[in-house]
């Protein structure tokens, strides 16, 4: 009786433009009607939205009165805000146009991710608003499509069907991979997505590497976070491809790129594999060399090639003597302590983006080569150091 009565109440308030409409279209006001039911299932809500709604929202309300759960969930949204009442008309429109079948994987939907699920069915005109109610669609894949909704990652309902309109273009296991990247990082995934070019979204999603998966995901996680862009997602992968197979290339640059926590690392690691590919997967002997004293690792050597050259890569180098002598020192005796590695009638190479002083490193290049070959400490070994400045295209030796 408590619930009649305050249903009752509630409809009486109803504005006079409000009733009139409701007369008009022939929806009598008796305890079974539908404009009686919206009120005692959503209460206030349903009431503002009675009252707030134009012509075509207002009888898509009402027809809906008979799937209350649907309804509340739509009607929930929009006081929350999620929802302008414009949405509010589309969404309770298009929900009304599902089939039995669309209407039964949407209210599963709607009850996993709630707000989320309503807000892609009233915003999106693409392919995300499909997918909320596709049955051949992963269950996962649709609810991360939801989530990325939510998600600070994605600036628009554009940006999310045209990632999930690329994710469609994709075949095989490129296919299956974006789909399972989207359900690990959510809106991270669809940006990542919908930043790649056609020829990235190969390179990124047809790597088979070792720990591909778990590059895919950090990748994604580094663009929204703003350390790398697409373009070098994709230049990583696609070198990375070309070095598989290759011993150390996983625990080296790629758990580099993984792991990095700044810009800096990233590009750092994409420089490795940059220059790996340069050299050629054929010359290359092993990557990421290290160096342990006991269970502490002391030193790690970036590039061994078959001839036995270490070529170790930089993003700079070259602006103060102390750096350089160190640098020197440290590589030098990761070579001379690797027991696969030559000290003796080796090169050492280093390749930089861009060297500060060159005189400067022509001189210590001399001090070490001199050092070498007339200390005992360092069995008197006859080693050859260059430093490629990449900039410049030119090779700095004694």
Known sequence: MAVRQRTTRQLRDLDDNTWRWINDNGIVYKPASKATRVVRATGQTGKRALQELGTDGRAALLR??????????????????????????TALRRVEEMSVTERRIYKQMARVSGDDAVEVMAKSDGPARRVMTDGGVDMDFRESIARAADSDATDSFDEIDDAVRKIDDLDGEANV??????????????????????????????????????????AARHVDAGYADADEVAEFAKHA??????????????????????????RGALDEVRRADEIGAGNIQRMNLEVYDGKDQVGELDIQVKSGKIVESKGSFGYQKDEIASQFEGKLSAMRSHSDVKLDGNTLEIRANK???????????????NKIATSSEWSNADVSIQVIDESANTIITR
């Open 355 to 369: 060297i500060g002083d060159k005189s400067l490193v022509k001189s210590q290049i001399e001090k070490w080569e």
């Open 177 to 218: 991979r974006a789909r399972e990247l989207v359900d690990e990082t959510d809106g991270a995934g669809v940006k990542l997505v919908n930043e790649l070019d056609d020829d990235g979204l190969q390179h990124v999603f047809n790597l088979d590497i070792d720990a591909a998966d778990a590059f895919r995901t950090a």
């Open 64 to 89: 809906l009165s008979d799937d209350i759960e649907t309804e509340r969930a739509i009607l929930r949204a929009w006081e929350n805000g999620d929802l302008s009442t414009e949405h509010l008309t």
């Open 241 to 266: 491809d070309n070095l598989d197979g290759i011993d150390g290339l996983k625990s080296g640059p790629v758990d580099d790129f993984v792991n990095a926590g700044v810009s800096g690392n990233i």
